[in-house]
């Protein structure tokens, strides 16, 4: 948005959001129902999702605010720095700790939106985007809906940004046994955009799932109280420093669900192994991409869920790149990247910057899926790759011709890289100093010296 009025070009602009305030994902919503979780989860292609009310049982609109089920949980901090998490033109998070908590998060962003939040329109969803030709050319129709009155508007676009997260829909393999297992010990299966305290793992034999940040984070937390040891079940290793964790055992993929006459409440593993007894799976297995508002595009941009198809460089919808995507890629430091992926829309559809020809666009898709494959690695930009991603963003916004008053994020430094490469070290340090991270501030204070790691 920052980026679009700074072109001074756009006659209008208008952003929906579906919750009652700025802030996304970090909004924290305590009643999060998995019920609605499906067991097993493999279909991205889920209706909206309808809002439930505060202070009406859940149920009808009141006076009060829609709740979206976010999987934001209470004791979240980042496992990013704040040098590194910040928006490059608002350094205020640095007041935080080191690696701040959701709290702290969320009042940063509602306090770097808080100059645009006029042109924000809340309590709106935003449910169906279609191509239209009008006034001689394609259009966007955007049509949405008032989520207190019910009032259902349309209006037409010349594009459209899509910067809706994909932390909607949850990923629950199809693994051998795991429907029926879950119908005969119901509640002990979910996912974790549903968790938000390890209270109800107290005392029980627990498996989890998956050990990218939110697994290891959550395994972590509920460590505290669970039985041990905790039974992490993962594809890939983690990290020396993780691996020796005297809480848990490292065991490979769930292979099977064992029915009840094979064994009480068991699951077996990859390598054979059997648990008997297991209270509790938690799946930090990640998401599917899912955009039911698009869903009247054809060819359809959502296939599988694992990557959003017949895109460019992660942003352009390259058969009509009037639309554009933000904040896509994962394994990323978001709110820098975004900024550079929104540079360079708007300075595009300003018309300071060029598309390549439609023929290029697809080439690049055709490069990536032969260098990542066409699943889940498409978006990925780990092992550093998003540091370049950046700067080849901003490189780009950089072409255009200079107008006044432009916001052009900077390029990463090598010690950005440095610290990059360093996050985990600095994450387990961090937590290692428990109660008294909370006043650690900078790197000197962890004690850390980027130059002793260049």
């Known amino acids: 948005l920052r980026q679009l009025l700074a072109e001074r070009h756009f006659q209008t602009i208008d952003v929906f959001e579906q919750q009652v305030s700025t802030g996304g994902v970090w909004n924290y919503t305590p009643y999060a129902p998995s019920e609605e979780l499906h067991i097993p989860q493999t279909n991205p292609h889920q209706p909206l999702e309808e809002p439930r009310w505060e202070g009406s049982n859940h149920a009808e609109p009141t006076q009060s605010r829609p709740i979206f089920i976010t999987p934001m949980y209470d004791r979240l901090e980042s496992n990013i720095p704040h040098f590194l998490m910040k928006h490059t033109d608002d350094a205020t998070l640095e007041n935080q700790p080191l690696f701040a908590g959701r709290k702290s998060v969320l009042q940063y962003l509602n306090g770097y939106a808080s100059d645009v939040r006029h042109l924000i329109k809340f309590r709106t969803q935003v449910y169906d985007v279609r191509r239209e030709e009008a006034n ?103 990290p020396e420093f993780q691996r020796t964790a005297s809480w848990k055992k490292e065991m490979p993929e769930i292979a099977e669900f064992l029915l009840p006459s094979d064994a009480p409440r068991g699951v ?18 990640g998401y599917y991409y899912s955009f039911p508002f698009l869903s009247s595009l054809r060819p359809s941009l959502v296939v599988s869920g694992e990557r959003v198809e017949r895109t460019y460089n992660h942003v352009f919808y390259t058969d009509h790149p009037s639309m554009a995507f933000v904040g896509l890629p994962y394994k990323i430091i978001p709110f820098p990247t975004c900024e550079g992926q929104a540079a360079v829309v708007a300075r595009i559809w300003s018309g300071r910057l060029q598309l390549p020809s439609k023929s290029d666009m697809k080439a690049w898709e055709t490069r990536r899926i032969a260098d990542k494959g066409p699943g889940k690695k498409f978006h990925e930009l780990g092992n550093l790759e998003d540091l370049r991603y950046h700067i080849e963003m901003v490189d780009w916004a950089l072409q255009a011709k200079p107008i006044d008053q432009e916001s052009v994020p900077p390029k990463w430094s090598k010690e950005d890289e440095v610290a990059r490469k360093k996050i985990p070290a600095m994450k387990k340090a961090y937590a290692d100093k428990g109660e008294a991270r909370y006043r650690v501030r900078t790197l000197a204070d962890l004690g850390f010296e980027l130059h002793d790691y260049g």
């Open 268 to 285: 077996r593993f990859a390598d054979g192994q059997v648990e008997e007894n297991v209270d509790a799976v938690v799946f930090c297995t």
């Open 136 to 238: 001689g050319r394609d259009q966007w129709l955007v049509c949405v809906k008032d989520l207190t009155s019910d009032r259902v508007t349309e209006k037409l676009y010349d594009a459209v940004v899509v910067a809706s997260g994909h932390h909607y829909v949850p990923m629950v393999p199809d693994i051998t046994g795991i429907q029926t297992w879950n119908e005969t010990y119901p509640d002990t299966i979910t996912h974790s955009k549903y968790y938000r305290t390890p209270d109800s793992f107290r005392n029980k034999k627990v498996v989890v799932v998956g050990n990218s940040a939110s697994g290891v984070d959550i395994a972590t937390q509920i460590s505290t109280v669970s039985k041990h040891p905790l039974l992490n079940s993962k594809r890939s290793d983690a």
